[in-house]
């Protein structure tokens, strides 16, 4: 695989979310087991970052804390589950760039973003990246724009998932480069790369 870097949109956080009340830390907290929820697929940034503090944070807080995957809607799904927990700080979300994106590109949105969570921390940051499999005869940026422009809507690509921080970065890409392709939505990067590589 040839590994293009692409740079419009070059930086993808994910943070957790809570709506834990600031008492709620004075009384002992956390008393009884945490649940993160990822609201994407396993394999995706987010999944795998939570799984990577999961045991840490555990061993730290000295509760179990249990990693959820509840991929759907763009995020909303897991996201909603997380919006309508109690307000106590033992449902944790993985959240992104869909919290933001989400009510510009859907008529109805379950949760509101700045109401239902509170930002706890960064836990990572990502670099998209544009590849190619090694079949086809671009061999840089130019070289695809090239080629796109030449088979218009031939050339396909795929993303996380409609909505998502890499398929809206693509169409500005394709946007600012005057091309069109044939976009591919998968439920989360894992199976996408798998295509891609097979």
Partial sequence: MHSLQFSPVALLTAAFASVAPAPVCSQGYPTRPLRIIVPTSPGAGSDYAARLISQPLSVRLGQQVVVENRPGGGTMIGSEIVARSRADGYTLLTGGPSLAINPSIYKSVPYDALRDFAPITQTISQSLVLVVHPSLPAKSVKGLIVLAKARPGD????????????????????LLSGTRMLHVPYKGPAQAIVDLTG
């Fill in 155 to 174: 050339i396909v690509f795929g993303s996380a998932g409609q909505g998502s921080g890499p398929h809206l970065s693509m169409e500005l890409f394709l």
